[in-house]
Structures are given as C-alpha cells and as structure tokens.
C-alpha cells in the first residue's frame, strides 16, 4: 500500500463535500508531477486530504476508488485523475503549523514542495500526521 496527500480549497472542493458526495473524480491536475503522482496510485491506496488557502490543515482520510484514467475535463490526454472516496474524518484536524514543528516531518513534501497539489507520503509520515490527530 503507499500512502498520498492531496490539497483542495475548501471554498472549491472541500472534505465535506467528498463526504456528502461519496466518491469523486478527481480532476484539473495540470502540474507534471503531481499528475504522475496520480498514475501511480492504486486501488485502495490511503490519501490525507488537506485544505488549502484558507485552513492549511489534514482533515480526513481518502482512499483511491479507482486507479488513473483520462481526465474528462480536458481532450489533452496527458492528463489524468482518479477517483476518491471518503473513508474518516480525522478526529482532531493536523494544522500545517503543527506539521512544521514535527521535525520528524521536516522532508515531508508538504514542505519541501508546498505548490503540489497531490504528493506520496512515506508510511512513517502518514502515521505521525495521524497520531497528531487524535
């Protein structure tokens, strides 16, 4: 199993809304890396979904429904998405302040490439981030 964050605005697309919805594509990745991060996900892999902008915090837990296929929002077949589907809130939301004191976290890609939409987790760093939840 591997383990993903993605980022979300809440005002565009928030937890809430993948929890009242149940599933979702998740599509309009149009950075190179972060769409070949969503080619190597896989059924049932674990993903932290984050606000962005205007929370900065982890506040739930995804997992991948469906591996990559063609991203319906562009006739551009370079580009990709998967499919999402709630699995937890998180108990207590991780806010990135908090993920920044951790300095077991300080290589984690949410800091190291904070304009990347959907980034691979080490298994220790998706456990830590979980643990600060509850």
């Known amino acids: 199993m591997q383990y993903w964050l993605v980022k979300s605005e809440p005002e565009a697309y928030s937890w809430a809304d993948l929890v009242k919805d149940g ?6 990745v149009r950075n190179y890396q972060a769409r070949n991060n969503l080619g190597q996900m896989k059924k049932d892999d674990l993903v932290l979904f984050y606000h962005s902008v205007s929370e900065k915090a982890v506040v739930g837990i995804a997992r991948v429904a469906q591996e990559a296929y063609p991203d ?4 551009d077949a370079r580009w990709v998405a ?15 302040d908090q993920i920044k004191k951790d300095s077991r976290l300080e290589n984690i890609s949410l800091l190291k490439q904070s304009r990347l939409s959907v980034m691979p987790l080490k298994p220790e760093e998706f456990d830590l981030i979980l643990g600060m939840s509850n």
Not at 23 to 28: P, Q, S
Not at 72 to 75: A, F, G, Q, R
């Open 23 to 28: 599933n979702t594509a998740w599509t309009g």
């Open 72 to 75: 319906s929002t562009t006739d």
């Open 82 to 96: 998967v499919d999402l589907a709630p699995e937890t809130s998180l108990k207590k939301e991780v806010t990135l």
